[in-house]
């Protein structure tokens, strides 16, 4: 992981993981998208990161810090988006 990079890790699926991509990416949010039903490191971390539960999203940031599930306010909140 580059130091401006944001990884989110998720499923097709899950309502959750694609309103968090929908808001990234309506504002200008660049992040890499690793699906875990694909990718089984991907998978593996979640894991582990989850103590045993595939919770998604499971965003990491640049500043190494982890958001579980976050509502779109404090998804805001953490990437300094007002209103």
């Known amino acids: 992981m ?15 993981c694609k309103r968090a991509r929908q808001f990234m990416e309506k504002h200008d949010i660049v992040y890499k ?9 991907g998978e593996m971390f979640v894991l582990e990161t989850n103590n045993g539960m595939r919770s998604v999203p499971t965003i990491i940031f640049n500043d190494g810090s982890i958001l579980v599930e976050p ?4 998804l805001a909140e953490k990437l300094g988006i007002v209103g």
């Open 71 to 74: 509502s779109t306010k404090t």
């Open 2 to 16: 580059t130091n401006t990079e944001i990884i989110v890790y998720g499923t097709t699926w899950c309502w959750d």
């Open 33 to 41: 998208y690793i699906d875990i039903d694909r990718d089984k490191t």
